[in-house]
């Protein structure tokens, strides 16, 4: 039988184009949680937070904070809190095996339900969202950095609400947003309590930012990163000019996921090598295997997305497939 190392031996590795910071300069904070700081401005305004290493191979976000603190960034109004999520993940990163330090005991986007919080399980992702809960639970506005195993363009993860649909257009980047309701398998930071309530104020967005290791993917994160400070008014155009990039934003594209696809094996593999938001003309049309078992799309112009068996197991989502929406 094949194992996940068997699997991701026979994938192309991708070489590390970045740095990785040294974030233990930021360990010591004065909220009370390590690797959280959090500056209120004396201005009436929203409290904003940007999250970094939900997943501990993820280092966009944390090379997006590391210059936001060296910047010394302040909020104009309202509060602004910069978080490194799962540092014990990410100190242990292996340059041999990017894709080994996603976690350490359980995927720490997938804990955040009050029943588990609150439960008496136990697990390094767990003790963590334990100790960021509280500051959590008082943030109004999210915006949460990932990345992707696989090379491909950015896409804004726009969650099950239209408030969340309505924030990704009014931000303008990236050219791709996906309106989701996230896994079944637990629950994300980004659906946490108010965030996923359309009737609350909260609101959150969660953005892929290309290939783990990848320089775009930091272009990307950094940009992005200003430009939701500059929309929730928590900075001005000239705070942040320095880490905008320069070229036009391009016309959004939105889209809905219908489905979940998830492996019901080890020897699931796609029939071509797809990166993501590949649109497939056909509905019929064999786009992996499971086993002896086709997968086929279930309707015409479906898009595939983040398509990746890098973290492949019975039970496991390999891809998710979406349909054109309008814009909201």
Known sequence: MKTIEDVRASLKPYPIEVEFPDITPWEDSATGVDYVHSFDSGVAGPHVLIMALTHGNEVSGAITLDRFLKKGLRPRQGRLTLAFGNVEAYHHFNPQDIDATRYLDEDMNRVWLESRLDGLEQSRELRRARELRPIIETVDLLLDIHSMHEEAAPIMMSGACKKGLRMAAELGVPEHVIADSGHKNGCRLRDFQGFGDESSAK??????????????????????????????????EADVADFLQPVKP????????????????????????????????HAGTVIAMDGDDPVVTPYDNCVLIQPSVRHLGEGVTVVRLAKVIDAP
């Open 203 to 236: 609101n959150a967005l969660l953005i892929e930012t290309g290939q783990h290791v990848s320089a775009v993917s930091t272009k990307v994160a950094l940009d992005t990163a200003a430009r939701f400070l500059m929309l929730t008014g928590t900075v001005s």
């Open 250 to 281: 391009a016309p959004q594209r939105f889209l809905e996921v219908t489905e979940p696809i998830v492996a019901k094996t080890m020897d699931f593999r796609f029939v071509e090598d797809f990166k993501g938001l590949e649109q497939i003309k």
